[in-house]
């Protein structure tokens, strides 16, 4: 059986897909109906059956989706080309593939090789050319056609490895498909082959990183692993054809005196023999900043030098921040130290020597977790200081990955009913928010490890489940697939799969289906036990964390009317604490406890409560007597002094009563955009009534 155009294009998009694509997001997609769709599904489906693959899942409520087992067998296979199976390229990755042809192919690009490449008309690359030029101009490069000869790149080399380093970035995150991966791969094979008739190159270059992490004392990620291999093996081409970058010679100079330059002179020697090129010493401190630029899994922090001194300083302080400004407080705090180093030390050198890494995951952490984000960024003001460059979204990203990932977990006993490994491809951060997303998620579930693949395949682990982020071949302990970021659809579609691979998992749901079907036959007339009993089964697998996200209050839920007050003066700052408190203490949002626990506190710790000039944010641990979620706001036309120093007085006393460690950090999160601005906190000073202080709130919180 043959897949036509349409049909094949309909499963290029579930390929892609990480989560069930809903039908009318399918017709949109495809241009066709919905019964066009379920038909076109079916011919697929067909197709998918003859060659012994597990159909397309229609998932109830959600849409579409492509069991793994298909996907990794349809993205792999190339047996799958002799069936008719055509992968249509996005706008993207065509741009991308056509870009990849201009920088590493060392002849001028024709149309007719752009047009193989991307299986596109002659029209659809002139219009993609179009765009490539543009993108080129903004990084100074010149796209230049000559007629009969084709197409070529001028301009800097150090920008087109820029470039390309973006590119191979791109493609290794998974922005891309795996065919653009392999095209790709196979276009460096190909400038490589020339000098060297053994077709090992990848293994060739692993083993040699492998060496230069055993002489650093570091395990880089999976994804560095691969994304030097083949950044190594693109260098030799280019310096076999001149295309050589210019370091500065005091840079040059610093980068031999790093920790990392002995072993890319190893690396350079032993390709030089391999490969037959020299090595200039430029190349040789490229190939170091990158190293020190690496993403890491685990890393010898025990060094002296004053770099990683003032990095562990500029770690603390942004720990010591992320507390304040989130009003919480992180248990093992030194564990968090040692694996935010893990990350800032090579983001460091990255900004540093102007190493591009590239972030798959950071719209997904906007879009998800916009609070903990805003929350990081402003805590960015010492890393920045430290390097004397901008932050880029990123790196910020990153770094919420950790901060999210160790957030204190709410206090209670839970029976563990499932243990399983993660395996991530992604470093710390991501495997440390995968866990913390996965065990809010699955009941009972207990993760004892997380594994780069390497250590995954290194022996063997006695678990019920594996989690991981890239496909692993199935064994005697099932596997499910996930993405590092769990929108609520994934969250959902785990727990079913969590049914089905962990009989206890399952039994729990069944258990508490039949409890409120007895509850409700007691107190009502059942017209139909079989659809009532279908709708409590897919709402009990409604995703919990969802109900948690829809109970995490804005901030005008919290600050209203009835919690904001207005005061000429206090006479000192207890009293200033206790009048702010008493608006919580009228609606039992807390008890007496808590603001006695808050002013104990500023008596213990002294006026940290002061986040900013004029701003205090009294608060205490959740079990010091806070019942609910609560927050009040006093303004004082005199300020209140919590030291003699005059940058420890405030105005505004905004009592937090929270719950736990995350339940108020939307709220805090907009409260802190609020700060953020000065206009906004004398525009709170200024204001006359409550009704004032609402609308100064509202004009300058960012909606999230």
């Not at 100079?253 to 490969?275: F, G, T």
């Not at 093992?332 to 900004?351: D, S």
């Not at 104990?600 to 007597?625: F, K, M, S, T």
Request: charged residues 30%.
């Amino acid at each position: 059986m043959v897949l036509d155009k349409r049909r094949a294009h309909l499963l290029s998009f579930l390929l892609q897909s990480d989560r069930p694509l809903p039908v009318p997001e399918m017709t949109e997609k495809v241009g066709v109906s919905e019964r066009t769709i379920y038909y076109d599904v079916d011919q697929i489906n067909d197709w998918l059956e003859a060659e012994n693959l597990p159909p397309v899942q229609n998932e109830y409520k959600q849409g579409l989706f492509l069991p793994e087992k298909s996907k990794a067998y349809v993205s792999k296979n190339q047996s799958i080309q002799q069936t008719g199976w055509h992968y249509r390229f996005s706008e993207e990755e065509r741009k991308t593939l056509i870009k990849a042809s201009l920088l590493l192919e060392f002849t001028p690009s024709s149309m007719e090789r752009f047009m193989e490449l991307t299986g596109m008309s002659r029209g659809t690359v002139a219009k993609d050319l179009k765009e490539i030029k543009k993108d080129f101009q903004a990084h100074d490069l010149s796209l230049l056609y000559k007629r009969g000869t084709g197409y070529t790149i001028q301009g800097m080399e150090e920008i087109k490895r820029s470039i390309i380093s973006n590119l191979l970035s791109q493609v290794l995150t998974r922005s891309h498909s795996k065919q653009v991966k392999k095209t790709i791969v196979r276009m460096i094979q190909n400038s490589v082959s020339p000098f060297h008739k053994n077709e090992e190159h990848f293994q060739e270059v692993k083993a040699l990183l492998f060496e230069a992490e055993d002489e650093l004392g570091l395990t880089l990620t999976d994804q560095m692993v691969e994304y030097l291999t083949l950044f190594v093996l693109i260098l030799i081409p280019r310096i076999k054809n001149e295309n050589r970058i210019f370091i500065e010679q005091e840079e040059r100079h610093v980068l031999e005196q790093s920790a990392a330059h002995p072993s890319s002179e190893m690396i350079c020697r032993k390709l030089e023999d391999i490969y037959d090129v020299a090595f200039p010493p430029e190349e040789v401190g490229f190939i170091t900043m990158n190293l020190l630029g690496s993403k890491v899994q685990h890393v010898d922090t025990r060094s002296h030098t004053s770099e990683i001194k003032g990095l562990k300083k500029v770690v603390r302080r942004m720990i010591a921040d992320f507390e304040t400004n989130a009003c919480v407080i992180f248990e093992n705090k030194e564990e968090l130290e040692t694996n935010l180093l893990t990350h800032i030390k090579p983001a460091y050198y990255r900004l540093k020597y102007g190493v591009h890494t590239s972030n798959e995951l950071t719209a997904s952490i906007k879009e998800n977790y916009p609070d903990l984000y805003l929350l990081t960024k402003k805590g960015m003001k010492h890393l920045k200081r430290f390097v004397g460059k901008e932050i880029p979204e990123d790196e910020t990203a990153y770094l919420t990955l950790h901060f999210g990932g160790w957030l204190t977990k709410e206090k209670k006993e839970a029976t563990i009913s499932c243990k399983a490994i993660i395996v991530c491809e992604n470093g710390i951060g991501t495997s440390k928010m995968l866990q913390t997303q996965l065990e809010k998620t699955v009941p009972g579930l207990y993760i004892i490890d997380s594994l780069s693949m390497r250590e995954y395949q290194a022996k063997d682990f006695d678990v019920d489940v594996i989690f991981s982020t890239n496909y692993l071949k199935e064994n005697e302990t099932p596997i499910i697939h996930v993405p590092p970021i769990l929108s609520n659809m994934d969250k959902q579609w785990i727990k079913r799969r969590m049914d089905e691979v962990v009989p206890s998992s399952a039994a729990e749901s069944k258990d508490s289906m039949h409890a409120l079907m007895d509850i409700i036959q007691d107190h009502a007339s059942i017209h139909d036990k079989e659809a009532l009993m279908k709708e409590l089964t897919h709402y009990l697998e409604e995703d919990t964390t969802k109900t948690k996200e829809l109970r995490k209050p804005m901030l005008t839920d919290l600050l209203t009317e009835q919690t904001i007050q207005l005061k000429d003066r206090e006479e000192n700052w207890e009293k200033a604490i206790q009048t702010a408190a008493k608006p919580l203490l009228d609606n039992q949002s807390i008890g007496e406890e808590y603001v006695q626990a808050m002013i104990e506190n500023v008596h213990e710790l002294g006026p940290y409560i002061v986040i900013a000039p004029d701003i205090a944010l009294p608060h205490a641990r959740p079990e010091a007597g806070v019942n609910k979620l609560g927050m009040s706001l006093l303004q004082l036309k005199e300020p209140v002094h919590f030291s003699e120093q005059a940058k420890h007085q405030a105005h505004l006393v905004i009592v937090l009563a929270a719950i736990d460690n995350e339940t108020h950090l939307k709220a805090l999160a907009q409260l802190s955009e609020v700060l953020s601005e000065e206009q906004a906190i004398e525009q709170l000073k200024e204001a006359k009534d409550e009704k004032e202080i609402l609308s100064v709130i509202e004009e300058h919180y960012v909606t999230s």
